[in-house]
């Protein structure tokens, strides 16, 4: 995995170095060298075919925009939105593969096993550790094993407890997985020390050929049943004593992969008990006449970042997509509020005795004086209308162009009213402007209302989960109150 990560980060070096002489910091310089290529080989491949499919996307995504920010051009638009999108990928996806880099060389930075046959230990007082190992012998299936590698040993002092209740305790400590010392199959944990209890206790064998001193029990050679007696002994400071405790071993038969297991952990034991005050320990190099290949078992989880950071990728790309239309949506919801304001406007300069161009003219110049206390799309629509207006166009192409880019049908039926006017001339505009200001507040009282009811289904949730707090609070005390009583 190490590779995949370097070659993302040479990767991010040569777009870097390609990318110098773009604006901006270094993931902005590759942003805007990938858009370009982009851009350049879309080009050429209009030149042969028509990708109609990315023609389409690409004039949507536009007049998305555009709807949103009329005053900028829409190519414009379209170069910075995927010039910060891109950036934004690229940021997510170096980051990721940073961690993964640092989670890769924190897993192998702590590898134990060196020179291939060699694991090393943590100095006094760093604690024993775990070493996953693998050990490969020709002809023969591979084992794993969880070894644990004990930190060098000095001196150690535990927690004060009598020795007859140490005692009393350490038969019953040892079983492991046995039923009971007179039935003994499997191998016993003779403990070092118990807790609560300020002993340090080793162990003797009056066997070792059946049971060895750490409880490992070989018996897979065993004809019949043997008593061996374990002598447990007890150290605390200059105090010493000794506890003999009789187990009776049954035989047990093993496959043979177990018994190769066995063999090599008998060899790890032996090679740990040489070298327990050696900073380094040989680990065996062959079982019988078969040579055995250790290698570190690493758990390394640096690629499931890499995933994560790749998803996280699509989502923000997924979720920039979806933030346009949520943009679009409320856009639209706010020219529905206003469209009340501007009829009654409309009907309020006419009637006055305004015309139409100037009433647009007038609701243009109120609304630079406070622009920027609050931006209104309307509005912005609206100084479009009078820049077409000053600029030439004819009022009726002004109009129906309003209503065009507002995209809501209560402004087309607006446009379409002020655009029919000016052709056939009629005397009955101010009255129907005023009716459709009536209608336009009753409409804007259902929206009202409707946004009311969706805010209400939206904190039912958080309702319900304080409710359920509320119940908690009040049913834990009672059930504490209930069962003392």
């Known amino acids: 995995m190490v590779y995949i990560y370097s070659a993302v980060l040479a990767a991010y070096l040569l777009l870097f170095l390609l990318s110098r002489r773009e604006s901006g910091n270094p993931f902005q310089k590759i942003a805007a060298r990938v858009f370009r290529k982009q851009q350049e080989r879309q080009k050429k491949m209009n030149r042969g075919r028509r990708d109609w499919k990315r023609a389409l996307y690409a004039r949507q995504l536009g007049d998305k925009l555009k709807t949103l920010q009329p005053e900028i051009a829409a190519e414009k638009q379209i170069r910075e939105h995927y010039l910060s999108l891109y950036t934004l990928l690229l940021m997510v996806v170096f980051v990721g593969d940073v961690f993964c880099l640092a989670a890769w060389v924190g897993a192998h930075g702590a590898a134990r096993l060196a020179d291939g046959g060699y694991l090393q230990r943590n100095a006094f007082g760093e604690g024993d550790v775990e070493v996953g ?184 790309y997924w979720g920039r997509g979806r933030e346009l239309d949520q943009k679009l949506e409320a856009r639209k919801r706010e020219l529905l509020l206003d469209y009340p304001e501007i009829v009654n406007k409309l009907a309020l300069y006419m009637g006055a005795g305004m015309t139409v161009r100037n009433a647009f003219l007038k609701m243009g110049e109120d609304y630079k004086k406070q622009k920027e206390e609050k931006r209104r799309y309307v509005y912005e629509e609206i100084l479009i209308t009078c820049h077409e207006l000053q600029g030439g166009r004819s009022e009726t192409e002004a109009y129906a162009h309003f209503g065009k880019r507002c995209q809501v049908q209560l402004y087309m039926k607006l446009s379409a009213l002020l655009s029919q006017n000016i052709r056939k001339g009629s005397n009955d505009l101010l009255r129907m402007l005023r009716q459709e200001a009536d209608n336009a507040f009753a409409e804007r009282k259902n929206l009202a209302k409707k946004l009311g009811e969706e805010a209400g289904t939206k904190l039912l949730l958080p309702m319900m989960m304080m409710l359920c707090v509320v119940m908690v609070i009040i049913m834990i005390p009672a059930y504490f109150s209930f069962t003392l009583n």
């Open 133 to 316: 190992l693998k050990a490969e012998i020709p002809g023969m299936q591979e084992e794993l094993f969880d070894y644990l590698l004990e930190e060098r040993r000095l001196t150690e002092k535990e927690v004060e407890k009598s020795y007859a209740e140490a005692a009393a305790l350490l038969p019953g400590a040892i079983l492991s997985e046995n039923a009971c010392l007179e039935d003994v199959r499997k191998d016993l944990y003779l403990v070092s020390a118990l807790e609560g209890y300020p002993f340090e206790i080793s162990w003797e064998s009056s066997a070792r050929s059946l049971v060895n001193a750490d409880g490992t029990v070989h018996n897979e050679n065993l004809a019949g049943s043997e008593v061996v007696t374990l002598t447990a002994k007890f150290r605390y400071e200059e105090w010493f004593r000794e506890l003999q405790i009789p187990v009776q071993i049954h035989p047990i038969i093993y496959t043979p992969e177990e018994a190769m297991r066995m063999k090599l952990e008998e060899l790890l034991r032996e090679s740990a008990e040489s070298s327990r005050s050696a900073e380094i320990m040989a680990l065996p190099e062959q079982v019988g006449t078969a040579p055995v290949v250790w290698s570190e078992i690493i758990e390394d989880s640096s690629g499931y970042l890499l995933i994560l950071a790749i998803f996280a990728a699509g989502v923000l």
